[in-house]
């Protein structure tokens, strides 16, 4: 397999193992339900630490990931900003943002995405899928990293989304009028896309003019190009006429055998006359309940860029259409991603958030079929709060809008004549305006791209139920540094370090557990493929120096008769029993001194 290389690559390739862990700090007042960090969260951090502070609970479960990076396509202003240990990558620092001058722009967007994409490999579960949305400045090069990462062979499809419903007229050279959506697997070979609801036009084909018992069926092609040996016979119509074989070039798609069969199951159609061409009969009530989806998204049914701004406009009452998140994604899209990537179950994250499209998609799923999908966003800028966080509050709660309806009254593309007749050109709008000037509050004139547009404007105001829900709004807290908990520097919370330890002595997400539970002193973390996780600790320096802190006979007698069947881990500042003794008593006890380096060095 051919190898995608990029300036900074040997110094990011493993940079997702030495980002640290920062436990996620839930904030009551910004979200809208109990604040719980297994329900719907919206992170707001650099989304290379929130995936790391994700790993202990998530990892291997998320089904669906979709993202929406930068695009890079120069004009956008994103910051290389990753810690990176080298002189090369600082020096790249002090060339922030990155701009269409900047030659290296390519190698930075890599560097940038190569440690995300491997965390986001991690998160996945083996049955998931992840959708990645960019233009022609970097599908090459993503293409290239996935397919390194998730493997080549779990590459499933490149689908064309329709953006744009109308050319730009002043376009160079083509008016670019779609974007890429990326799909891999991280397992191709259990992973499968949902079918789609089928469409009417779809059941419209479907007829039944000869009273067949079966119900109403279409006609298909009984000729195919593709060779087949025994396709090649003979066929006598009902009428008496003789197909002597196949159109040239082309094969029957059965045997003569098999057409025998199912002409005598009234499965071939002859035509009224009975002196037609045959072909096969396909009943509705035997195809498959939904549609196959295909690679060519049109914005008919999947939205376009200014029905994403329009969406933002009904949800915020923005000044203006310039106030509006630059490039949002319309709700429709990431609904064809959600029906063919999510069960009602499936938890959904996406770690370029931006203006949250994505949770409004998994908010109305849920009210559509009664599911229960969780999502997870990550948003680093300013505005997650006011508006990632804000649209979400308003979609579960329902809001108040004030809205705008248009309607074209001219559109026409300006040329020099069209300037040497600027008075019959206006004469027209006057025309216009006193005309429609009543039918609406206003009319606007605008000149963009050498195209005048004339619309007429109506004010609208209007509520829109909420679609119920709840999130936790979430910040990145201090990062765990477990070497400093020695000294009492650094003592994080026992939850967030009772699912770091567990992710890194498993390679497992922490289970969700119903309550928390407690033997003999001893905080159970959950079960593992391996074992059973118990921690002893608090977040006081007194106590992690007394006896009270340490593990004993009493105590590993106590954990192995509470959860027979497995070997226990036990996560501990000391121990006052030896290893000895406890393979002695045949318990399956082990101790993990903390810090988890300790343990490391023991185990090695």
Request: hydrophobic content about 40%.
């Amino acid at each position: 397999m051919s190898e995608l290389n990029f300036k900074g690559k040997e110094f990011v390739y493993n940079h997702h193992l030495t980002v640290p862990h920062r436990p996620l700090v839930p904030h009551a007042d910004k979200s809208i339900g109990a604040a719980r960090l297994d329900g719907n969260l919206i992170v707001q951090g650099d989304n290379l630490h929130a995936l790391k502070s994700l790993l202990p609970m998530y990892a291997g479960k998320v089904d669906c990931i979709f993202i929406d990076p930068p695009y890079n396509t120069g004009n956008e202003g994103w910051c290389y900003n990753d810690n990176v240990n080298s002189p090369m990558m600082q020096a790249w620092l002090q060339n922030n943002p990155i701009g269409i001058e900047d030659g290296l722009r390519h190698d930075k967007w890599c560097a940038m995405m190569w440690p995300r994409l491997r965390l986001l490999h991690e998160l996945l579960g083996d049955a998931g899928s992840l959708w990645v949305t960019l233009d022609d400045n970097e599908i090459h090069r993503a293409r290239g990293m996935l397919d390194s990462i998730f493997g080549e062979d779990n590459f499933v499809a490149t689908c064309i989304w329709h953006k744009n419903f109308s050319p730009k007229p002043a376009a160079r050279f083509f008016s670019e009028d779609h974007d890429y959506l990326l799909i891999y697997a991280k397992n191709k070979a259990i992973w499968e896309p949902n079918l789609l609801e089928r469409t009417a036009e779809m059941d419209a084909r479907f007829s039944n003019p000869d009273d067949d018992k079966r119900g109403v069926w279409t006609s298909g092609d009984l000729s195919a190009r593709n060779y087949y040996g025994d396709g090649t016979y003979p066929i006598t119509c009902p009428s008496g006429r003789i197909v002597e074989g196949p159109p040239r070039g082309m094969y029957w798609r059965v045997s003569e055998k098999k057409f025998k069969e199912m002409d005598l199951d009234k499965r071939i159609w002859w035509g009224e006359d009975g002196n037609n061409q045959p072909r096969l009969k396909r009943f509705l009530s035997e195809v498959k309940e939904g549609r196959v989806p295909q690679t060519l998204w049109e914005h008919a049914e999947v939205g376009h860029t200014q029905d994403a701004k329009k969406e933002l406009l009904s949800i915020f009452d923005f000044a203006t259409s310039g106030d509006v998140f630059v490039t949002p994604k319309p709700v429709a899209l990431l609904s064809r991603v959600l029906d063919l990537a999510t069960t009602e179950h499936s938890i959904v994250l996406d770690s370029f958030a931006g203006s949250g499209t994505t949770a409004h998609a998994v908010l109305a799923a849920n009210k559509k079929d009664g599911g229960e999908r969780k999502f997870i966003l990550v948003e680093c800028e300013d505005y997650a709060d006011k508006l990632t966080a804000e649209r979400v509050r308003r979609v579960i709660t329902g809001y108040d809008f004030k809205g705008t309806q248009r309607e074209e009254l001219l559109r026409k593309s300006l040329n020099f004549t069209d300037l040497k007749k600027a008075d019959k050109l206006l004469d027209r709008i006057a025309s216009i305006e006193n005309l429609d000037a009543h039918r609406f509050d206003k009319i606007d004139k605008t000149v963009k791209n050498g195209e005048l547009l004339v619309e007429g404007v109506k004010n609208i105001t209007g509520r829109t139920e909420g679609l119920g829900g709840s999130f936790t709004y979430c910040t990145l807290g201090e990062a765990i540094d477990m070497d400093r908990m020695l000294t009492g520097e650094s003592l994080p919370g026992a939850e967030a370090l009772g699912a770091l330890l567990f992710h890194m002595a498993t390679n497992e997400a922490k289970p969700a557990l119903p309550a928390p539970q407690e033997v003999a002193g001893c905080s159970y973390l959950g079960e593992s493929a391996s074992f059973h996780a118990w921690l002893i600790y608090q977040p006081t320096l007194d106590f992690l120096t007394s006896r009270d802190a340490a593990l004993t006979l009493s105590r590993a007698r106590a954990l192995a008769a509470a959860k027979p069947g497995k070997r226990h881990l036990v996560f501990a500042p000391a121990k006052f029993v030896s290893q000895k003794l406890l393979d002695d008593e045949k318990l399956p006890v082990e101790f993990a001194p903390l810090p988890w380096a300790l343990y490391r060095v023991e185990r090695s």
